[in-house]
């Protein structure tokens, strides 16, 4: 399967700031040069990821790292706000969703496996695929008009590769070091590279994207699933 985003609009949908560079930067940046429009929404602040020493407004650091990795990316941005660890599916949390999806008008939506190993992850999950339905129904009324049909969805690899039984690879060895670059932004979490329970996320990255590159037979690769449901897939 030889895949060509010309004319898609991608949106990542994720949970903490560090997560899109971790996941599917790679792909999202391939997308661009096809000519496909991208962007990036992160649900929460990452107001709880605080290395030692703790920075005091960790909340606004992490939105200019995250806006540092979206312009190396050329992605637009949205922000949910959520804290971390806060993160319900919950008419509020649907309605701040809907419209960015309104904003944005995807044609294809990336968003964390519903067994992803971290609590918001899961809950970005459920949310996102929620959303993604809704925000095609005028009867969930918001500031823009609903879209004119569900974007398709794919279920992004889980962070370590965990649980994950990739359906397809995206071939993402030339945006290899673009992800590099984004990681780099978020020093906050770099920093926390020695702490027993956290993991250093330039180390991780990079073994996953050889691991999926190596079982798709090309340098580097990430690994998804598409939602199969009624009325969400769509012919490439």
């Known amino acids: ?5 010309s004319g898609q609009r991608l949106l990542a949908v994720v949970a903490h700031p560090d997560d899109a560079e971790l996941l599917c930067a790679g792909t999202l940046a391939r ?3 096809d000519g496909a429009a991208i962007g990036v929404c992160v649900l929460c602040q990452g107001d709880k990821g605080q290395p030692d020493p703790p920075i005091e407004d960790l909340v606004a650091m992490r939105a200019a790292e995250m806006q540092a990795a979206a312009c190396l ?7 949910g706000e959520f804290p971390d660890g806060a993160l319900y599916d919950e008419p ?3 309605d701040r969703l809907i419209e960015i999806y309104r904003q944005f008008q995807p044609t294809l939506v990336l968003a964390h496996a519903p067994t992803d190993y971290h609590p918001d992850h899961r809950a970005t999950s459920k949310i996102a695929e929620a959303v993604s339905w809704f925000a095609a129904s005028a009867g969930h009324q918001s500031a823009s008009p609903a879209l004119a049909q569900p ?5 992004m690899d889980c962070v370590n590769m965990s649980g994950f039984e990739p359906e397809f690879f995206i071939d993402v060895s030339d945006y290899i070091n673009l ?6 932004c978020h020093k906050s979490q770099l920093a926390r590279g020695e702490e027993q329970n956290f993991s250093r996320l330039e180390k991780l990255m990079l073994n996953q994207a050889a691991s999926r590159g190596a079982e798709a037979d090309v340098l580097a690769a990430e690994a998804f699933r598409a939602l199969r449901a009624w009325k969400r897939r769509r012919a490439w």
């Not at 990316?73 to 949205?78: H, P, T």
């Not at 974007?151 to 279920?155: G, K, V």
């Not at 992800?179 to 780099?184: D, G, H, R, S, V």
């Open 31 to 33: 997308a661009r040069a």
């Open 151 to 155: 974007p398709e969805m794919w279920w």
């Open 1 to 5: 399967m030889r895949i060509d985003f």
């Open 179 to 184: 992800k590099k670059e984004m990681l780099l």
């Open 92 to 94: 509020a949390t649907r």
């Open 73 to 79: 990316l050329g992605a637009e941005l949205y922000a």
